[in-house]
Nanobody
């Protein structure tokens, strides 16, 4: 059974940092791409970042480029999203998702497995 568990969300002031974690079980990151998505109230789910199964390809949405960094720890079967210089517009529920394959996928419909989400609130 595939399970993705996000953690690390919370309340942070503008300009602050958070690191989200996505712990995977039932899959091996060597064969699965992991994506991070976010959804703010009243808005569609947005692709934020992804990392390919080979770790050779990453993607960042323009809105987070230069501020967010995706990485992974194969030994822990965990993917991280380091978020720096956070802005109020980064406020959303953040989800990680997984799909078998060798690419880096940007849209939600391409993913098969989803975590439950973690709330990130950027506010003073």
């Amino acid at each position: 059974q595939v399970q993705l568990v996000e953690s690390g969300g919370g309340l942070v002031q503008p300009g602050g940092s958070l690191r989200l974690s996505c712990a995977a079980s039932g899959i091996t990151l060597d064969y699965y791409a992991i994506g991070w998505f976010r959804q703010a109230p009243g808005k569609e789910r947005e692709g934020v970042s992804c990392i390919s199964s080979s770790d050779s390809s990453t993607y960042y949405a323009d809105s987070v480029k230069g501020r967010f960094t995706i990485s992974r720890d194969i030994a822990k079967n965990t993917v991280y999203l380091q978020m720096n210089s956070l802005k109020p517009e980064d406020t959303a529920v953040y989800y990680c998702a997984a799909v078998a394959g060798y690419g880096c996928y940007h849209t939600a419909y391409e993913y098969d497995y989803w975590g439950q989400g973690t709330q990130v609130t950027v506010s003073s």
